[in-house]
């Protein structure tokens, strides 16, 4: 498979996210113990965010020296598409771990630990899966078809049940976690496993690592699809995949207490993958633009978003009242 990149690409990129991960643990982690600010989770997504658009600019000024503007603009705007789609798909992946931490009771300071573990699985997944991707695709054709009928039922599912509240007490990996390892009743410090009276104990905090753990899998399987539907340049797909998901600790500060005000969000994004996953499965009738694709994804987010302020999302009956 053709790809814009060279090994030494590769090679600076890898090194780009290895500091770009030590950075984010120093920024995030700076005060022990205390809360990360609104202010301070907002000017780091920023950086973040920005740091992704010099990467896009520096890539188009690259390749337009080399291969000329047609080929540069194209492979920007499926940078752009690409990093747009998953840093969306990265917002609803950030609703599950703020789920996840409210129902076991995780405290800021261990939060921000888990979600450096989650950033970094996400990113070992991602690659391993891109590689995986990109070899099916290149070896069996019809692999696209696949993808497109996993973004298209995926979408739909998610719109059906974008109401429901999931009940992370009756979730599989949790109920055979409590059913073959004992887990405490009490964290313990960032430990993971204690040992109590000879006997081995895992922590709450155990649980959570491989709840997120889980999540990241199951969203890798959603995001890599609709990335190979933009670009099916390996390295457009990677760099615009780690991109999305570094700053991700930032982006779950900023947006925890916003997440039932953008209650509309899901639906956006439900929709979006239905898009792709239509756009993959036309991609030998007629290949959608991925300019038309790239306007899709920002109006549709656009839309979902200001709809979610604009109507109020009427709130949580509380048993008990209401009752005579």
Do not use: C
């Not at 113990?33 to 992704?52: D, E, M, P, Y």
């Not at 109920?175 to 405490?184: D, G, N, Q, S, T």
């Not at 933009?230 to 916003?258: E, H, K, Q």
Request: proline share 3%; hydrophobic share 60%; net charge positive.
């Amino acid at each position: 498979m053709e790809s814009i990149g060279t090994w030494y690409w590769y090679a600076g990129f890898a090194a780009f996210v290895v500091v770009a991960i030590a950075v984010d643990l120093l920024a995030l982690d700076s005060k022990a113990g205390g809360k990360v600010t609104f202010r301070q989770a907002f000017s780091w997504s920023i950086v973040w965010i920005g740091l992704a658009l010099v990467f896009n600019a520096l890539l188009w000024v690259y390749l337009e020296r080399k291969f000329g503007s047609e080929v540069a603009n194209r492979s920007a705007t499926e940078f752009f598409t690409g990093y747009l789609l998953e840093k969306s798909l990265a917002v609803d992946n950030l609703f599950v771990f703020l789920m996840l931490f409210t129902f076991f009771g995780v405290s800021p300071f261990l939060q921000r630990r888990v979600l450096i573990i989650g950033v970094i699985g996400a990113i070992v997944l991602r690659a391993i899966m891109i590689v995986i991707g990109a070899w099916l695709i290149a070896q069996f054709h019809w692999v696209l078809y696949l993808f497109g009928v996993i973004l298209l039922v995926t979408g739909v599912k998610m719109m059906m049940f974008a109401e429901v509240e999931p009940d992370i007490n009756s979730n599989p990996i949790l109920r055979f976690m409590r059913k073959h390892i004992r887990i405490a009743d009490e964290y313990h410090g960032d430990k993971f496993s204690i040992l109590k009276d000879g006997v081995r104990w895992y922590t709450p905090l155990f649980a959570v690592v491989v709840m997120v753990a889980i999540t990241d899998v199951i969203f890798a399987v959603d995001s890599i699809p609709a990335i190979f539907a933009i670009t099916l340049d390996p390295f457009i797909v990677l760099t615009s995949n780690v991109f999305a998901v570094l700053g991700l600790r930032a982006l779950y500060f900023m947006l925890a207490d916003l997440a039932d005000r953008f209650h509309l969000l899901k639906y956006g994004i439900a929709f979006i993958l239905v898009f792709i996953g239509i756009k993959m499965l036309l991609i030998d009738v007629y290949k959608i633009p991925v300019g038309f694709a790239l306007s899709v994804v920002g109006i549709v987010l656009a839309i979902s978003m200001v709809a979610s302020l604009w109507i109020t999302r009427p709130p949580k009956a509380i048993p008990g009242q209401g009752q005579s």
